[in-house]
């Protein structure tokens, strides 16, 4: 990647901070609210938002739903951007192979929490800081290297997945034989890819 920087310009105002915070329940942790005229000034939190491909002006309040929702619950948090929050935003314009460099320059930055889309993203975000808060949504975060386990995740990384990996499907089927005992046939759809990674959970959960 030859100009990994913020393809958008940083939301205006000071962003330098006096003392870092983590800032993540959900995203982040909520900071006071009331009137700004009975407050102390609030203190700057810097997200850095990762994309592996595409526009980075999608990335806002008035874009689609997934972010439109994730800066309303900002928000509600007490986290606006242009007030007490900057967002950074990246794209990796679509190039795995450059993705290390961008997660290595967003590091030496610093911001508060990194918010990586995708599991390659989450990856080299993860290979490139063990301390730094990160925030995904990808798949199998055990098999990818991004969790121990799920009982006990570890490390630095936090999110959502619509796919645990094949552990959590022996667990279901587990769960099936404990809530209806006398079930003697479980019927398992699936892609045929998915298959082999998933027949040995499930055969040892059904024994």
């Given at each position: 990647m030859t100009n990994p920087r913020p393809a958008t310009a940083r939301n205006q105002?000071?962003?330098g901070l006096t003392r870092r915070r983590d800032f993540i329940s959900g995203l982040c942790l909520a900071t006071a609210t009331g009137p700004a005229w009975a407050q102390a000034p609030?203190?700057?939190?810097?997200?850095?938002?990762?994309?592996?491909a595409g526009a980075v002006a999608s990335i806002?309040?008035?874009?689609?739903?997934?972010?439109?929702?994730?800066?309303?619950?900002?928000r509600r948090l007490g986290?606006?951007?242009?007030?007490?929050?900057a967002v950074e935003r990246y794209s990796g314009d679509g190039r795995p192979d450059g993705y290390a460099e961008l997660t290595h320059e967003i590091v030496d930055r610093n911001p508060d929490v990194i918010v990586a889309l995708s599991?390659?993203?989450?990856?080299?975000a993860r290979a490139a800081t063990g301390t730094i808060p990160i925030v995904w949504t990808g798949v199998e975060p055990v098999r990818f290297g991004l969790v121990t386990s799920l009982?006990?995740?570890?490390?630095?990384?936090?999110?959502?997945?619509v796919?645990?990996?094949?552990?959590?499907?022996?667990?279901?089927?587990?769960?099936?034989?404990?809530t209806v005992?006398?079930?003697?046939?479980?019927?398992?759809?699936?892609?045929?890819?998915?298959?082999?990674?998933?027949?040995?959970?499930?055969?040892?959960?059904?024994?």
């Open positions: 105002g000071n962003i609030a203190k700057q939190h810097r997200m850095a938002v990762i994309i592996p806002s309040d008035r874009g689609p739903p997934f972010w439109r929702t994730i800066f309303e619950e900002l986290d606006v951007e242009g007030q007490n929050l599991t390659p993203v989450a990856s080299a009982a006990r995740p570890g490390g630095n990384i936090t999110g959502v997945t796919d645990a990996g094949s552990g959590i499907w022996g667990k279901r089927l587990q769960i099936i034989k404990e005992p006398s079930a003697s046939k479980v019927v398992y759809l699936g892609m045929r890819a998915d298959w082999e990674a998933r027949i040995t959970e499930l055969l040892e959960a059904g024994r």
